[in-house]
């Protein structure tokens, strides 16, 4: 198993994901679980999101000889999305401890299901940089296409969505509306319900990861 790409979309196959995805949709897993199940999946989707990043090559010198040593040749900016989003970020962070972190706050609405924005904070050199936008769930997609809207316009040119579970619903919206954001995913789910909740699913991340309610 390894992963299937489409045109918008990367879907990450790995059996360790199966396991842990069964845990996180599991409705009688502790909060601590789920934070230590979706920390282990964040790791490989980070992994797949890096991959292709570029390189420039300089001399290092090991005790031995000189020899040819690579450094990343790209400025990251990781933007979650509060607060769900934070269950993802660290495991980015840990690969590349450099990066700038940008926060976008905001919540969907219980009725209206529209995402409400409360808070912002995006560093300086967001458009010669990597945007990674991280959020475990997809759901409509509103606030993935509030986020990467907002992005592009304070002026983000290569962004990038890092996702656990996306409803087609959501998949479709980010895909007409930013063909150019390529999302990474660790599952696709079947649809939404009326309360648009992802089904199956695994209910409220940001509640179930910070164990509120
Ligand atoms: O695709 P959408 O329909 O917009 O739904 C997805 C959003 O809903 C969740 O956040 P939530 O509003 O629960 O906020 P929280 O992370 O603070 O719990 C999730 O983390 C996404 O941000
Ligand atoms: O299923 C869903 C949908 C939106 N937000 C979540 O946390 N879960
Ligand atoms: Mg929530």
């Known amino acids: 198993m390894d992963s299937q790409s489409f045109e918008h979309l990367t879907l990450i196959e790995h059996p360790v994901i199966n396991r842990d995805l069964t845990i996180l949709r599991d409705v009688n897993t502790s909060t601590d679980d789920f934070r230590s199940a979706l920390k282990r999946i ?20 090991t005790p031995i000889e000189k ?18 989003g934070l269950g993802l970020s660290d495991a980015l962070l840990q690969f590349i401890p450099d990066a700038k972190v940008g926060h976008l706050g905001m919540y969907r609405d219980e009725s209206t299901h529209e995402p409400v924005d409360y ?24 606030s993935a296409d509030d986020a990467i809207s907002f992005l592009k316009k304070e002026g983000a040119q290569h962004l990038r969505f890092i996702s656990l579970i996306c409803a087609p619903e959501g998949l479709e919206r980010i895909g007409s509306k930013h063909p150019d954001v390529h999302t990474i995913t660790a599952a696709i789910d079947e649809k939404l319900n009326d309360d648009a909740f992802i089904v199956p699913g695994l209910g409220d991340a940001g509640d179930r990861y910070f164990g509120t309610t």
Do not use: C, W
Request: a negative charge.
């Open 119 to 142: 808070y912002s904070n995006i560093p300086d050199g967001v458009e010669d940089a990597l945007v990674l936008v991280v959020d475990p769930m997809l759901a409509t997609g509103g």
């Open 42 to 61: 964040a790791i490989i989707l980070a992994y797949h999101a890096l991959k292709e990043l570029p390189l420039k090559e300089f001399e290092v010198e």
């Open 67 to 84: 020899t040819t040593g690579y450094d990343i040749d790209q400025d990251i900016i990781v933007v979650p999305i509060l607060r769900a």
